[in-house]
């Protein structure tokens, strides 16, 4: 367990005392996986509701949606 893998780019990442983005390669790594996550949190709330930041003005029907 001596050596670790970046997540993101899968290349050897350094030990925590001389990496501070442990356990990422790099702190561009370490970026790129806190974007995912910010991604996926604005995904989180809603089936669709998040996606439409335009209020659809053609009449849907949600019922399909729902069981
Ligand atoms: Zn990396």
Same mark, same amino acid.
């Given at each position: 367990?001596?050596?670790?893998?970046?997540?993101?780019?899968? &290349?050897?990442?350094? $030990? +925590?005392?001389?990496?501070?983005?442990?356990?990422?390669?790099?702190?561009?790594?370490?970026?790129? @996986?806190?974007?995912?996550?910010?991604?996926?949190?604005? &995904?989180?709330?809603? $089936? +669709?509701?998040?996606?439409?930041?335009?209020?659809?003005?053609?009449?849907?029907?949600?019922?399909? @949606?729902?069981?």
């Amino acid at each position: 367990m001596s050596t670790a893998k970046c997540p993101i780019c899968g &290349r050897t990442a350094a $030990p +925590r005392p001389a990496n501070r983005a442990f356990p990422f390669c790099s702190d561009r790594c370490k970026l790129i @996986d806190l974007g995912k996550w910010l991604g996926e949190e604005y &995904r989180i709330p809603g $089936p +669709r509701a998040g996606d439409g930041s335009e209020a659809p003005e053609r009449p849907v029907d949600r019922e399909e @949606d729902e069981p």
